[in-house]
């Protein structure tokens, strides 16, 4: 079973930059999508950033234009580069894994995410 790591997050003023990482452990079926989601406190997980196995990719309206995502198959790793941070995005980052196209359905288990603070 694929069991993801994520690492990267931090405290950073607003308007700074984190690159946040995930590796998973196992095997990503081919036709897996990789994808970021992030819990705000008091709040529903909500998805960030998908792409799937051939590169196709979508944002939340929220970060589109600030964040990228990408994605190393030979290492089974996950990238989201975010840029312009706002406090908005207080956030724990979780990736998990989807099938085709399913963005907002990931299946996978769930990591211990990591923790991403952006100060006024």
């Known amino acids: 079973q694929v069991q993801p790591v994520e690492s990267g997050g931090g405290l950073v003023q607003a308007g700074g930059s984190l690159r946040l990482s995930c590796t998973n452990s196992?095997?990503?079926?081919?036709?897996?999508?990789m994808g970021w989601y992030r819990q705000p406190p008091g709040k529903r997980r909500e998805l960030v950033a998908g792409i799937t196995s051939g590169g196709s990719t979508n944002y939340a309206d929220s970060v589109k234009g600030r964040f990228t995502i990408s994605r190393d198959n030979a290492k089974n790793t996950v990238y989201l580069q975010m840029n312009s941070l706002k406090p908005e995005d207080t956030a724990v980052y979780y990736c998990?894994?989807?099938?085709?196209?399913?963005?907002?359905?990931?299946?996978?288990?769930w990591g211990q995410g990591t923790q991403v603070t952006v100060s006024s």
């Open positions: 196992g095997r990503i079926a081919s036709n897996n999508g």
């Open positions: 998990n894994v989807f099938r085709g196209a399913s963005y907002v359905l990931p299946y996978g288990s």
